[in-house]
């Protein structure tokens, strides 16, 4: 019965260790795409970046806070019932402990915001004979003055490609 309990905790674990891996606002960075913009013809500039400057951004975070809602509630369940049965010594208790564990591990899943901020970049840039800026998710490292590709994804919206590589540690 123990050992089954550790195992599923463990288990537990892996998945939120996992699920807690996926970092907000990849989405949104300038090198990712989505599956239906892959093998698209897309039309491009080169421009030139006068500065760049440190920005946070605001990301969807809704797939964090239901992971964490579900998880909450798995974790919640299987302590409310081991706590239910092991202190009452009965099966009723037991299932009551487990919906009230659910019920608050959801809840506390709920702690998890909607939104979250990320590192980003506010570009400077000139693009003929006008200077433009553009805020993108990335680290300070990948941008730098001088020749980057902008890809122009509809009329407002752009997505300046990193010229810089980061250094490795």
């Not at 030139?48 to 951004?57: G, M, T």
């Not at 009723?92 to 959801?106: D, E, H, N, R, V």
Request: proline letters at 3%; aromatic letters at 2%; glycine letters at 14%.
């Amino acid at each position: 019965m123990m050992t089954a309990r550790v195992t599923t905790l463990a288990s537990l674990a892996t998945l939120i260790a996992v699920t807690s891996c996926a970092a907000p606002g990849t989405e949104n960075r300038s090198d990712t795409y989505m599956a239906g913009e892959v093998n698209q013809r897309q039309a491009i500039k080169v421009v030139s970046i006068i500065s760049v400057s440190p920005a946070r951004i605001q990301v969807d975070n809704t797939s964090r806070r239901r992971t964490a809602q579900i998880v909450g509630g798995i974790l919640g369940a299987g302590l409310g019932a081991g706590l239910g049965t092991g202190v009452a010594h009965s099966t009723a208790a037991g299932a009551l402990g487990g919906l009230g564990g659910i019920a608050a591990g959801a809840a506390g899943g709920s702690i998890v915001p909607s939104t979250t901020y990320v590192n980003g970049v506010q570009i400077a840039y000139q693009d003929g004979h006008q200077a433009f800026s553009s805020a993108q998710v990335g680290r300070l490292c990948e941008y730098g003055p001088g020749s980057a590709t902008l890809i122009a994804m509809n009329a407002t919206q752009t997505r300046i490609q990193p010229n810089r590589q980061c250094a490795t540690k």
